[in-house]
């Protein structure tokens, strides 16, 4: 089954989907990728609201998720989206804070500021 480049863009506020490396399972995407996310024409996992009022605005299919990356951050296990703040574990199990409630995007413990939160996930079909 070919294997498929999707963006994963964090709208933060616990209204993530969780992601790993390795799981299988059913995913929701953007029908149409917000413009707010360049896309370049690629998939983008679906984030926000998944109250019923919503659902005409993803679709869900079920895959295999082999690799996440993002181009400051680097290889990156998991994405764990529950709670004020996400948990960025990198290949090497090292955990990384990200701030997800009163600033968005702040990563702790480091002055780095990260302009594009794009990360490339590769999944296929499962």
Aim: with cysteine; aromatic share 16%; proline share 6%.
């Amino acid at each position: 089954m070919p294997i498929e480049t999707i963006i994963w863009f964090p709208y933060w506020y616990q209204c993530d989907q969780t992601i790993a490396v390795g799981r299988i399972g059913n995913f929701d995407f953007f029908k149409n990728a917000p413009d707010y996310v360049p896309h370049n024409g690629r998939r983008v996992f679906y984030h926000g609201d998944w109250q019923e009022k919503c659902r005409d605005l993803f679709d869900r299919q079920r895959m295999c998720i082999r690799s996440i990356a993002h181009p400051v951050l680097g290889v990156i296990r998991a994405i764990e989206t529950n709670g004020l703040d996400y948990t960025f574990v990198f290949a090497d199990g090292q955990p990384l804070k990200v701030e997800a409630e009163e600033t968005p995007g702040l990563i702790y413990g480091r002055g780095e500021v990260i302009s594009d939160w794009r990360i490339y996930v590769e999944a296929e079909p499962a």
